[in-house]
Each structure stands twice: as structure tokens, then as C-alpha cells.
């Protein structure tokens, strides 16, 4: 197979992963829904490089040594599931205090993003520690990506992960904040958050049981 095709092959199957329900596609219909287009870009930002780095480091053979370390995978694993799961309880204490306002939105928690900066570095952190996205590109890659193949297309191949994963969350956050849209989830936040906590919660608990049991 040639390049191309192997190329071609990449991009499908990243997208299909995309978009896949997940802690990813979570965090940004949550923010961009309660806090608006431009947090919900940045956290798209975010994610994106959090992806460029795993696809960096699958190609290069950092992830292999760290799933080869007998402690860092389950250090790795435990931080993971311990961070996804306190995004899942904030998103589910935010939905009670809302219910103990009798639906208003809970000041704390609408003025948790309003930094740029800080939205990134959610998104990015929280792809980052995901370890289902760790064991996936080096998966992807390292049965994809030979290793003779040029340096060009090892480039290629790390730029269609990120600019897809980009153009992907991005559209997204911009779908989810157009006036209209907009207005109409801001009535639905309790739902939204509800729905994206537990998502958090049972992906993040999963994790940490699979882990320590």
C-alpha cells in the first residue's frame, strides 16, 4: 500500500473515532453551549494539541516506552480517570445547585471559563490524560505508519490527525454557538451538564475500577 493510501486510511479512521461520542466531543458541546464560541474554540484548540502531541509521541516511541514502564501506565491511568471524574462531579454538583435555584444557572459555575487560556488548557489537558487516546495513536499509528515511510509522510500523517481533530472539534463549538442555537441550549444547561457529567463520571470511574481492581 502506498502512502497515499495509508494516508487516506488515517483520515478515515480518525474521523469515524472523532466522532464518536466521548469525553472530547463532551467537554466542548458542554462549554461551547454555556459559556459561548469563543471558549468553545479555544477547547477545541486544546484537544487538538493534546492529539498533536500523542501523535508525536506515538511516532516517535515515547508512548511505547511509557506502556512498556511497569508503573507509568497505571500512573497514567489513575490520573486519568481521577481527572475525568472530577470534571463528572463538578458538571453534576453544578445541575444541583441549579435545582436548588430552581433552574438559574449557578453563578460559580458560569463564570468558571471565562478565560481563553484556561479553556485551552482544559481541553488540553483533558485529552492529554485521557489513556484510551494514548492507547489508541499508538495503535493507530504504529499499525498505519510504518516505519520506512518518508519523513514527509510521517509529517503528513501527524498534520491529518491535528488539523482534523481541529477543524472537527472547531465546527463543532461553532455549530453549537450560532444566536438561535445558542439561546436554546442555555435553556437546556441543566440537561447538558447532567448528560456530560455522567458521561465523565462513568468513563473516568471506569478507568480508575478497571485500574485498581
Not at 519523513?151 to 503528513?156: D, F, R, S
Request: charged share 10%.
Amino acid at each position: 500500500m502506498n502512502e497515499l493510501s495509508l494516508l487516506l486510511s488515517l483520515a478515515a479512521i480518525h474521523l469515524v473515532a472523532l466522532a464518536s461520542p466521548g469525553p472530547d466531543f463532551a467537554l466542548v458541546v458542554q462549554n461551547a453551549s454555556r459559556h459561548g464560541r469563543r471558549i468553545g474554540l479555544a477547547i477545541a484548540l486544546g484537544i487538538s494539541l493534546a492529539i498533536l502531541l500523542h501523535s508525536v509521541f506515538a511516532l516517535t516511541g515515547v508512548t511505547l516506552l511509557i506502556q512498556q514502564h511497569p508503573l507509568l501506565p497505571t500512573l497514567l491511568r489513575l490520573a486519568g480517570g481521577s481527572y475525568l471524574l472530577y470534571l463528572g462531579v463538578g458538571a453534576l454538583r453544578s445541575v444541583h445547585r441549579q435545582w436548588q435555584a430552581g433552574g438559574a444557572s449557578a453563578p460559580a459555575q458560569a463564570a468558571e471559563l471565562t478565560s481563553v487560556g484556561a479553556a485551552l488548557a482544559k481541553g488540553f489537558t483533558t485529552n492529554l490524560l485521557n489513556p484510551k487516546a494514548l492507547v489508541f495513536f499508538l495503535s493507530l499509528l504504529t499499525s498505519l505508519v510504518p516505519p520506512g515511510m518518508s519523513t514527509g509522510g510521517k509529517l503528513a500523517a501527524v498534520g491529518i490527525l491535528w488539523g482534523l481533530s481541529l477543524a472537527w472539534f472547531a465546527l463543532l463549538a461553532w455549530l453549537l454557538t450560532g444566536p438561535r442555537l445558542q439561546r436554546r441550549l442555555h435553556q437546556l444547561a441543566p440537561v447538558i451538564d447532567g448528560v456530560c457529567g455522567a458521561l465523565f463520571v462513568l468513563v473516568g470511574g471506569g478507568i480508575l475500577l478497571a485500574t485498581l481492581l
